[in-house]
T-cell receptor, first 110, second 116 residues
Framework: GQQLNQSPQSMFIQEGEDVSMNCTSSSIFNTWLWYKQDPGEGPVLLIALYKAGELTSNGRLTAQFGITRKDSFLNISASIPSDVGIYFCAGQLGGYKYIFGTGTRLKVLA | GAVVSQHPSRVICKSGTSVKIECRSLDFQATTMFWYRQFPKQSLMLMATSNEGSKATYEQGVEKDKFLINHASLTLSTLTVTSAHPEDSSFYIC????????????FGPGTRLLVL
């Protein structure tokens, strides 16, 4: 099935550092979403973006919907140990279907 | 907030048996529910989309006769894995979308299926 390209695939960072990850596609999406998944659990919505160029924050998280509508990035500032997990981007197609990114596995070293 | 539950959380079954997984929206009515499959260290792959009262729409490569989906009410969808085999072992996750105007999907906690 179709997937979005997400990078980096994994990253190890020190507690307190900022994190940046992005998602790119060859297709245009009308909505971009970012989810976090902890092991053995379902994804939890972090941020939803609905307009090209939109920049939205949720606490220490900031995400932007690319102007071309083919990409999005997520930043996490001042990372803490509980930020560990897998972060997925998702683009919404017609019929409200989501296409998920390949995921970024984040590990935070205390 | 919108809560989606799944039951069971994990199931182990013998090869050849059928397994039913339930997905419920607890505090909202879900016009559309989605079923995903996630293999270890991989992303979520959409299997099918189900709208209440109508037949599910399956993604390419997903066998509709093997993965039976029923969406009989606005709060319940079921996925039945028929004649399960070891290669069907996976993490199955459902999501639900609310009424018109609510575009966001809310995900259940997932069901871990192990077929022996």
């Amino acid at each position: 099935g179709q997937q979005l390209n997400q990078s980096p695939q994994s990253m190890f960072i020190q507690e307190g550092e900022d994190v940046s990850m992005n998602c790119t596609s060859s297709s245009i999406f009308n909505t971009w979403l970012w989810y976090k998944q902890d092991p053995g659990e379902g994804p939890v919505l972090l941020i939803a973006l609905y307009k090209a160029g939109e920049l939205t924050s949720n606490g220490r998280l900031t995400a932007q919907f690319g102007i071309t509508r083919k990409d999005s990035f997520l930043n996490i500032s001042a990372s803490i140990p509980s930020d560990v997990g897998i972060y997925f981007c998702a683009g919404q197609l017609g019929g409200y279907k989501y296409i998920f990114g390949t995921g970024t596995r984040l590990k935070v070293l205390a | 907030g919108a809560v989606v539950s799944q039951h069971p959380s994990r199931v182990i079954c013998k090869s050849g048996t059928s397994v039913k997984i339930e997905c419920r929206s607890l505090d909202f009515q879900a016009t559309t529910m989605f079923w995903y499959r996630q293999f270890p260290k991989q992303s979520l792959m959409l299997m099918a989309t189900s709208n209440e009262g109508s037949k599910a729409t399956y993604e390419q490569g997903v066998e509709k006769d093997k993965f039976l989906i029923n969406h009989a009410s606005l709060t319940l969808s079921t996925l039945t894995v028929t004649s399960a085999h070891p290669e069907d072992s996976s993490f199955y996750i459902c999501s639900a979308r609310g009424l018109a105007g609510q575009e966001t999907q809310y995900f259940g906690p997932g069901t871990r299926l192990l077929v022996l």
